[in-house]
T-cell receptor, first 114, second 113 residues
Framework: KAGVTQTPRYLIKTRGQQVTLSCSPISGHRSVSWYQQTPGQGLQFLFEYFSETQRNKGNFPGRFSGRQFSNSRSEMNVSTLELGDSALYLC?????????????FGNGTRLTVT | GDSVTQMEGPVTLSEEAFLTINCTYTATGYPSLFWYVQYPGEGLQLLLKATKADDKGSNKGFEATYRKETTSFHLEKGSVQVSDSAVYFCALTPSNTGNQFYFGTGTSLTVIP
């Protein structure tokens, strides 16, 4: 079974631009979550989607948004990029929303904002 | 709020040494606890989990026991190998927030031959 696939692996953008990251979950997984990983803050939860609906949202500004499609694929968008948005963005999927259901992570998209 | 506190790194050990990485948590209710491992250039991989008090999670020689009385979930391995070099993350998911995970800051482990 294929794992979680994130595209692209690397992105370089300039301040003020916007960016869209893509995530394809493991087949059959309906829950997709996004995390931001930085050396200073560690892993921080962005949001979770299940059945095309946002179920949870972390403490990030409105510039960060996402969506999920009917095939469970998800996209994350960041508008008006700031230097501080440089990070590794990780997508994770799980088969159910139960609290003891582990997350399966992709390899991430490395975003650099210059 | 819910949170995880992990032992600061980096940790450097010789091959075959004993490993302990401390993890304590703060949470209401009965969270599930996890250890994830991240190898260079990769995403996180689930290492082990425990879903209730006194459960012991184990995988690839690593073990961790869910201790509710001390709110801890320390990771141990009796004999580390060079291939265990990675960053280890302790994490919890509360019992009432679906799939929102809270991660520790990670502990970098380097095992030298």
């Amino acid at each position: 079974k294929a794992g979680v696939t994130q595209t692209p692996r690397y992105l370089i953008k300039t301040r003020g631009q916007q960016v869209t990251l893509s995530c394809s979950p493991i087949s059959g997984h309906r829950s997709v979550s996004w995390y931001q990983q930085t050396p200073g803050q560690g892993l921080q939860f962005l949001f979770e989607y299940f059945s095309e609906t946002q179920r949870n949202k972390g403490n990030f500004p409105g510039r960060f948004s996402g969506r999920q499609f009917s095939n469970s694929r998800s996209e994350m968008n960041v508008s008006t990029l700031e230097l501080g948005d440089s990070a590794l963005y990780l997508c994770a999927s799980s088969s159910v929303r139960g609290y003891n259901s582990p997350l399966h992570f992709g390899n991430g998209t490395r975003l650099t904002v210059t | 709020g819910d949170s995880v506190t992990q032992m600061e790194g980096p940790v450097t050990l010789s091959e075959e040494a004993f490993l302990t990485i401390n993890c304590t948590y703060t949470a209401t209710g009965y969270p599930s606890l996890f250890w994830y491992v991240q190898y260079p250039g990769e995403g996180l991989q689930l290492l082990l989990k425990a879903t209730k008090a006194d459960d012991k999670g184990s995988n690839k020689g690593f073990e961790a026991t869910y201790r509710k009385e001390t709110t801890s979930f320390h990771l141990e391995k009796g004999s580390v190998q060079v291939s265990d070099s990675a960053v280890y993350f302790c994490a919890l998911t509360p019992s009432n927030t679906g799939n929102q995970f809270y991660f520790g800051t990670g502990t970098s482990l380097t095992v030298i031959p």
